[in-house]
């Protein structure tokens, strides 16, 4: 695989490409707190070079986050669009109305379901399951769900994963997320259907999106992807043959950053190479 180069900042390499399509979780935010180095470095980017499309496979539609932001204060100015996995996803469940539909995940992605004319119902009745993460993602685990997914992979259900994370980072503590629950239905023997990374559609949306701000078909060459994720930012910026600006600080600190949080060469290119993924760029933390 090609070795990876790590940067002093963003800044450093600006100048190669007219658009950037961030990671949200991880790389701006942790979930508690904004990371104002990395607001102020996509700020910079937008000021200099051109647009910024947010892509987070959050699994509420993008207005729904765009509030959360702004109670984080992410400046306005760090970001031009947003592209979540709740937005790629949608379709998929509207085309399966009425159902009914098992929905796994907390109350504050019911914003999802709005007018798609759903139906719901337990694993038991249900036509198929849309998963955003577990009911409650500070005390659960994916083995609380495995006895009422056994009964959903038995009867044949598809499962649609709205949010393909597996674990992200809130504060200090990782937290499971859709992903992990849709690794244990595969488990299981059930199938999973996914519209956010590392898969085409939101790469797709986003794209689209960031030609439209840009005003032109964009040369994807200049396009460069940011974010924390291996199996999910990572792999879908390599799906999609764009360059990759590797977040180390993030989900994967503990894998590939030593003490004090330095970034560590070598212990990144083996985390690359366990996921079969590479990376262009790697930063601790983005910063311009």
Known sequence: MPETRILS?????ADRYDAILSDVWGVIHNGRARFPGACEALAQFQKARGPVVLISNAARPSPEVAVQLDGLQVPRE???????????TRPL???????????????????LYDGLGLEFAGPEDAAFISCTGPVDDETETPEDYRASLSIAAKRGLTMICVNPDKRVQRGAKLIYCGGALADL???????????????????EASLKTADELAGRALDRKRVLCIGDGLSTDVL???RQRLDVLFIAGGVHAADVTGP???????A??????????????ALASLAW
């Open 9 to 13: 900042g963003l800044g450093e390499i």
């Open 236 to 238: 879908g910026a390599n």
């Open 93 to 111: 469940l509207g085309a399966r109305a009425p159902g009914p539909v098992w929905a796994i995940g907390p109350e504050q992605a019911s914003p």
């Open 185 to 203: 239905y595969v488990e299981l023997g059930g199938d999973v259907v996914m519209a956010g990374k590392p898969y085409a559609p939101i790469y």
């Open 78 to 88: 760090s970001w031009s669009a947003f592209v979540t996995s709740g937005d790629v």
């Open 260 to 266: 004090g949080g330095a970034l560590s060469g070598e």
């Open 268 to 281: 990144l290119a083996a985390a690359l190479d366990r996921h079969e993924s590479n990376a262009a760029f």
